[in-house]
């Protein structure tokens, strides 16, 4: 979980209308209706009284949100800020103004593109039957106007590749190359900046520079297993931690292993080779998540766990979901309970709490509907859920009601075309990048 970089910080009240056009007036809220909510990737949601609004700390000219008593948004630039509203969808903009060098005082929300309300009404025939009877288009649910607030990352490891997809399901971002091969995960670092990935068949985690697209950094020796403080066996995710260290499932040797910037494994959780569930040890880990508190929620497959410990191995919580026989990397919801994925067919997303009560889960069973493998699901910032339906080779976005509100890859034909997936295993979630106005 990205941790905002550290900058001087002022307390400063907000003030905030929801208005519906840009004549609205200031108008104090109390900020004790003011919640934030920091996701993985550099996200982070506030909320004001019933409306959510998507910033994305990495962008400028605002990157820092902290609340305490207050809110603040520190910046390099006088601007006003852009928003999403995941409520509606709309595009909103917080005014205000600058206090100092680095801080904005907001003062009011303003509107400045509204989302579609209704479905396009379709184009009757030429020589209609019936006449048809004039009546509204009905409105569209907000989440299924705006299923996908952001762009996924999709480790797409059939046709060995890493593509990130707009929510129009054009391919913004793409990286392959010659020695490149099978990627299991992906996922981005704190920054944004750069992608780690990890590729469980031949043993190794390369970083991938964004802009660049080149590989700049790896560990582990390509193809070839190992226990040592130099090699990896079958890696089964990886991610990075703020002081620069990489936190990787070393899952072929029972193993959470800590890579320091020497390169070399400078701390573990687990014992190598030794794959058993007594307290101590590991069994087979399979993913590995970073939590707000800077601990890590692991979800070992041969035990079939799901642990919430610290980077010494301390156990704090631990679960086994009767909803999974194969579990896959568990997230933790913002309400707190695990959402986690079983990896069968037919295989399904549950989110669990730590009683081991399922309080919702997308379980389709009619053999045209069942999710084959699915894996890696993460919970959107505006309550989607989104998950890579691996042999179906797709990656789908459902809502709470468990409709499928977007997709991308065509269910049960791989490919290569726009529009396709082969065997995707993984994704990651970037916000909606914010306009500079």
């Given at each position: 979980m990205l941790h905002c970089p550290s900058a001087p910080l002022l307390l400063i009240a907000v003030l905030i209308t929801l208005g519906t056009d840009c004549r609205a007036t200031a108008t104090p809220v109390p900020t004790a209706t003011a919640?934030?909510?920091?996701?993985?990737?550099?996200?982070?949601?506030?909320?004001?009284?019933?409306?959510?609004?998507?910033?994305?700390?990495?962008?400028?000219?605002?990157?820092?949100?902290?609340?305490?008593?207050?809110?603040?948004?520190?910046?390099?630039?006088?601007?006003?800020?852009?928003?999403?509203?995941?409520?509606?969808?709309?595009?909103?903009?917080?005014?205000?103004?600058?206090?100092?060098?680095?801080?904005?005082?907001?003062?009011?929300?303003?509107?400045?593109?509204?989302?579609?309300r209704t479905l396009p009404t379709a184009t009757p025939s030429i020589t209609p039957q019936v006449t048809p009877t004039t009546s509204a288009t009905p409105p569209v649910p907000a989440l299924d106007r705006l299923p996908l607030p952001g762009t996924l990352l999709i480790a797409d490891g059939g046709n060995n590749r890493i593509i990130e997809v707009a929510p129009d399901r054009q391919i913004v971002?793409?990286?392959?190359?010659?020695?490149?091969?099978?990627?299991?995960?992906?996922?981005?670092?704190?920054?944004?900046?750069?992608?780690?990935?990890?590729?469980?068949?031949?043993?190794?985690?390369?970083?991938?520079?964004?802009?660049?697209?080149?590989?700049?950094?790896?560990?582990?020796?390509?193809?070839?297993?190992?226990?040592?403080d130099m090699h990896?066996?079958?890696?089964?995710?990886?991610?990075?931690?703020?002081?620069?260290?990489?936190?990787?499932?070393?899952?072929?040797?029972?193993?959470i292993a800590i890579i320091g910037p020497d390169n070399r494994i400078a701390g573990q959780i687990g014992k190598t080779g030794e794959c058993r569930t007594e307290r101590g040890y590991l069994n087979k880990p399979r993913g590995?998540?970073?939590?707000?508190?800077?601990?890590?929620?692991?979800?070992?497959?041969?035990?079939?766990?799901?642990?919430?410990?610290?980077?010494?191995?301390?156990?704090?919580r631990t679960l086994i979901p009767r909803a999974a026989a194969y579990?896959?990397?568990?997230?933790?919801?913002?309400?707190?309970?695990?959402?986690?994925?079983?990896?069968?067919?037919?295989?399904?997303?549950?989110?669990?709490?730590?009683?081991?009560?399922?309080?919702w889960e997308f379980f389709p069973k009619c053999l045209a509907e069942q999710l084959d493998r699915p894996s890696s699901p993460i919970e959107l910032p505006n309550g989607n859920i989104a998950f890579s339906d691996d042999l179906n080779h797709r990656v789908v976005i459902v809502n709470r009601a468990g409709k499928i509100v977007w997709q991308y890859g065509v269910t049960g034909v791989a490919g290569k075309a726009a529009g396709y997936l082969n065997t995707p295993s993984s994704i990651d979630f970037r916000a909606v990048p914010i306009q500079k106005q």
């Open positions: 919640q934030l909510a920091v996701v993985e990737g550099g996200i982070a949601e506030v909320l004001f009284n019933d409306r959510a609004l998507l910033l994305d700390q990495r962008a400028e000219p605002y990157p820092i949100v902290k609340l305490s008593d207050s809110v603040e948004i520190v910046g390099t630039d006088k601007q006003p800020l852009s928003l999403l509203d995941l409520r509606d969808g709309d595009v909103v903009r917080l005014e205000g103004q600058a206090t100092g060098r680095d801080t904005f005082l907001a003062q009011r929300i303003v509107l400045m593109q509204r989302a579609a971002w793409e990286f392959s190359a010659q020695d490149f091969a099978a990627p299991d995960n992906a996922f981005f670092t704190p920054a944004g900046k750069t992608i780690l990935v990890n590729t469980a068949r031949y043993h190794q985690v390369v970083e991938i520079d964004y802009v660049t697209r080149k590989i700049i950094w790896s560990f582990g020796e390509w193809g070839i297993a190992g226990a040592d990896l066996n079958t890696p089964g995710s990886a991610r990075r931690l703020r002081d620069r260290r990489t936190v990787v499932a070393d899952m072929g040797n029972c193993r590995v998540a970073l939590l707000p508190n800077g601990r890590l929620l692991v979800t070992e497959v041969g035990s079939r766990r799901v642990s919430e410990m610290d980077l010494q191995g301390k156990v704090y579990p896959s990397d568990a997230q933790l919801t913002r309400t707190g309970n695990v959402l986690i994925a079983a990896y069968e067919k037919p295989g399904r997303i549950a989110e669990v709490d730590w009683s081991k009560q399922i309080v």
